[in-house]
């Protein structure tokens, strides 16, 4: 899915976010939200590895990009995502304590 999102930024996703693109002078951000967790064997991330989750490819006017490995990364990142769903969709959901729950009745 294809969405503007943000102040008008285009954000990709598909089971969760993908991708987000921001325009910046002289160069286009394409941020990977969980590019830390993703192979890149082809090294197209150039960017963003001072964090812990996001990893970014930096694109200025004139650069060329291998769409193979371009297309390996997206459906990496897919199957990132698919994953984590599962994974979100097994946890057993929380029971409330018993000091949360008289912390709700107090502001009823």
Not at 8 to 17: E, M, T
């Amino acid at each position: 899915i294809e969405e503007w999102k943000w102040m008008g930024s285009p954000v990709w996703s598909r089971d969760g976010i993908i991708a987000v693109g921001n325009a910046h002078k002289g160069k286009v951000k394409l941020t990977f939200m969980y590019g830390a967790q993703l192979p890149d064997p082809d090294k197209l991330f150039n960017t963003g590895f001072e964090g812990n989750v996001r990893r970014a490819i930096d694109l200025f006017e004139g650069d060329k990009i291998n769409a193979s490995a371009f297309k390996t990364l997206i459906r990496a990142a897919i199957e990132l995502n698919q994953a984590r769903s599962r994974k979100s969709a097994k946890k057993p959901a929380k029971k409330a304590t018993a000091g949360a729950h008289a912390t709700a009745k107090k502001k009823a």
